[in-house]
């Protein structure tokens, strides 16, 4: 007779999503919707946001429907809420009753309670670094997250806080790699404007160079975008783009 199947632990679970998952944003999605499940508890999932500060600038980068997505937006219109707060502040921030609710001011109550929700819990998770995160946990039920659920949200936190640490890194050196590529292209292409120049006036790569750099400050033009026009003048066959010193005997 076989054994019994081990029920999965929270971390096989979350391992289970990342191997599953198209990119790091379906995994935060997913990570997201699979919160709100656990979160719940009894009746109706709860709604879910996963809020990331980064660069003083927040953003949700996982949600478990629209709605969670669009609440938590409600917060960085604002600037100040409880996700906000306890991912600045690392700490949890606990919202009983929006409709009792006046820590952020009337705005904000009002305007998730417009959405049908009544009560918040916000938890931060520790991911180390300069990026600051919370999980955020909305429910349609006024006194949804007690003592019970809070303890079990904080549990849950600790858990999947690993998870989203690697994913948060992993995305911040796909952005990274990213900005990096298109200096890269936008240098390699300064760099071939910068030959053309050369050799369209004979002239040193200082020279061509600073060529470049007035036709750029004159015209008002980014160099980069400067220098993208004239490789796909030359290269492309269209009317070619010539740059030179100006004449300083006709200056005066």
């Known amino acids: 007779m076989l054994p019994p199947e081990k029920a999965l632990t929270t971390v096989d679970q979350i391992q289970n999503l990342i191997l599953e998952s198209a990119d790091f944003e379906d995994f935060l999605n997913e990570l997201a919707r ?16 996963i809020t990331l500060l980064r660069n003083r ?27 906000l707060t306890a991912a600045e502040e690392e700490r949890e921030v606990h919202v009983p009753d929006l409709f009792e ?8 109550a009002n305007a998730v309670a417009a959405h049908g929700l ?6 931060p998770f520790h991911l180390q670094g300069d990026a600051k995160a ?3 946990l909305y429910s349609d039920a006024p006194n949804k997250f007690d003592e019970k659920a809070a303890a079990k949200a904080r549990g849950y ?50 020279s061509a160079a600073r060529i470049l750099t007035d036709a750029s400050s004159n015209s008002n033009v980014k160099l980069r975008d400067i220098a993208k026009s004239l490789v796909e003048s030359v290269g492309g066959g269209a009317t070619r783009t010539h740059y ?3 004449d300083k005997s006709q200056a005066g």
């Not at 699979?34 to 879910?48: R, T």
């Not at 609710?101 to 904000?108: I, S």
């Open 244 to 246: 030179q010193e100006p």
């Open 101 to 108: 609710e006046d820590r952020w001011g009337p705005d904000y």
């Open 134 to 136: 919370a999980l955020n």
């Open 157 to 206: 936190t600790r858990e999947i806080s690993q998870a989203l640490r690697l994913a948060v890194r992993f995305s911040l050196h796909a952005d990274s790699a990213t900005n990096l590529r298109a200096t890269l292209e936008s240098r390699t292409t300064i760099d071939i404007a910068i030959g053309i120049v050369m050799a369209q006036n004979r002239c040193s790569q200082d």
């Open 118 to 123: 009544r009560s918040v819990l916000s938890l």
């Open 34 to 49: 699979f919160s709100a499940h656990q979160m719940a508890g009894d009746g109706d999932d709860a709604l879910c946001g």
């Open 57 to 83: 600038k927040a953003a949700t980068i996982g949600w478990s429907s629209d709605s969670a997505r669009e609440v938590d937006e409600i917060q960085y219109s604002l600037s100040q809420g409880p996700c």
